[in-house]
């Protein structure tokens, strides 16, 4: 819960948006906290507020507009945002997260208001300490940061890039009851090569090509150890970084304190939750399959890199699991013949010899040789699941799993309902984007959205918990198996692989209690039993509440 504090009253109080309630505030609090006169003499419960507040939210005329609302609100009223969008999760999600918040970072620099969290900029990088300190609060649980250098499928959107962990803490909260007075969204400015920002006057970055490979280490670094020094037990996530620096960083830093790559381990446990749900639906397990994947950039290989250690849990050897995986970039077929593979891709190059005697190495052509149970995408690579990629490979298995994961929905490497005509039905889908659900007969079938909103609140709640000092792999899967294990398409299989997002909190703690007990056993979290855990879970949510003063 967030700190009371007596001291604060009259306009300070009012103003504050951690601690203000609006004409929530009753008579007597009114009298006893210097309010009177500062607000109208109705006083309304956040109930009635929060129904006023969602007619006003109504009323906007786009997605974006209604975005922007939103964002206000929160900056006048934090607890009233909460409630607001804990109300509505279905219908706000898309708004105040992906994909409304691309829009809002293209757009940052017309659109904004409110200061909110810290621009840590290159020209500032003998002051990081001082930067840091400058924070609203001393005490901070989560820290969400950017370099905005690929956000979403939209490429460099320089400090655009600062909705990211501004929506992405938002979601800490809401679904993982993290105590929005311990969230911080960070920035790092280190100059953007996205020419129609440094040419557009409004733009409020730095006006500078982005730094050197050498500079922007080093700067990362000095971050990185103010932080840690700073805030010693903070959970630091990456987000939105290029695919150059996601790993390298991730690396350097994950047996060093708490931190973990959304884009690489959160995308990858939600996509593994979905295939656990996936692979049972169509009754053969994972180690079974062979996997594709289109796109081979941090996400995409951090995907392949959980499935290979899933496939591994279920007997396979490390060997066995990679002959089960085939990763394709711009260049096709990832091969060990190629010299223009990272280190991680080549954990994923198929020898020279599973590939001659084809006329190419693209997608079409795995699939035609291969017999592919499981296609995933993470190309941002429009309309690459073709219709006559998609119905050969439904013709070789009964039940295909094919996850167009790409995101804005612009990105999508297919559409659901173009995958579910294809296969006849048959396909068991996930996407990366909101879509409408899909016609069926009379009714409809609701399209499972692989959002990492399903992992990265639980993990912030779990080791906010648990008090971890890690994130490991283990944990992550842990996250994945207890989502997995929540699929509706288990009892129904008519019914999407991955849960209702207005099921999110209760699933959340579920999967918040898994993690922090296998980080008690991994030991990078303090002993407890499995009980101590959960009830320490439960605790640690915050909740949209006035507090009474």
Known sequence: ???????????????????????????DERRELGLLGLLPVAVKSITEQAAHTYAEFSSRRDDLDKHIYLRALQDRNETLFYRLLSDHIEEMLPIVYTPTVGDACRQFSEIYR?????????????????????????????????????????????????????????????????????????????????????????????????????????????????????????????????????????????????????????????????????????GRPLSQQQVVMLGAGSAGIGVLEMVRQQMVAEGLSDAEAGERIWAIDINGVLTDDRDDLSESQRRFAQPTSRVSGWDARGLADVVHHVDVGILLGLSTVAGAFTESIVRELAAKTDRPIIFPLSNPTSRAEAHPA???????????????????????????????????????????????????????????????????????ALSDPGQPLLPAFADLPEITTRIATAVAIQAVRDGVAPQASDEEVAEAVRQARWTPEYRSR
């Not at 819960?1 to 008579?27: N, V």
């Not at 103010?226 to 047996?255: G, I, K």
């Not at 648990?466 to 994945?480: E, I, L, N, P, W």
């Open 114 to 282: 409110r200061p909110r969290g810290l621009f840590v900029s290159y020209p500032d990088r003998d002051r990081l300490r001082e930067v840091l300190r400058n924070r609203r609060e001393e005490q901070v649980d989560v820290i969400v940061v950017t370099d905005g250098q690929r956000i979403l499928g939209l490429g460099d959107q320089g400090i655009g890039g600062m909705g990211i962990p501004i929506g992405k803490l938002s979601l800490y909260t809401l679904i993982g009851g993290i105590d929005p007075a311990r969230t911080l969204p960070i920035i790092l400015d280190v100059g953007t090569d996205n020419v129609e920002l440094l040419h557009d006057p409004q733009y409020l970055g730095w006006r500078h090509r982005r730094i050197s490979d050498e500079q922007y280490y080093a700067f990362v670094d000095d971050f990185v150890a103010v932080v840690h020094e700073e805030l010693p037990e903070v959970l630091l996530q990456w987000e939105d970084f290029a695919t150059v620096h996601a790993l390298p960083l991730l690396n350097r830093y994950r047996d060093r304190m708490l931190t973990f790559n959304d884009d690489i381990q959160g995308t990858a446990a939600v996509a593994l939750g979905a295939l656990h749900g996936a692979v049972r639906a169509a």
């Open 418 to 488: 173009e995958l579910d005509e294809w296969t006849g039905g048959r396909a068991l889908i996930a996407t990366g984007s909101p879509f409408p659900p899909i016609p069926h007969g009379q009714g409809s079938r609701r399209v499972a959205q692989c959002n990492n909103v399903y992992i990265f609140p639980a993990m912030g709640l779990a080791v906010t918990a648990a008090r971890a000092s890690r994130v490991t792999d283990a944990m992550m899967r842990a996250a994945a198996t207890t989502l997995g294990d929540a699929s509706p």
């Open 1 to 27: 819960m967030t700190p009371q504090q007596p001291h604060r009253r009259g306009q300070d109080l009012l103003f504050d948006p951690l601690t203000t309630k609006g004409t929530a505030f009753s008579h």
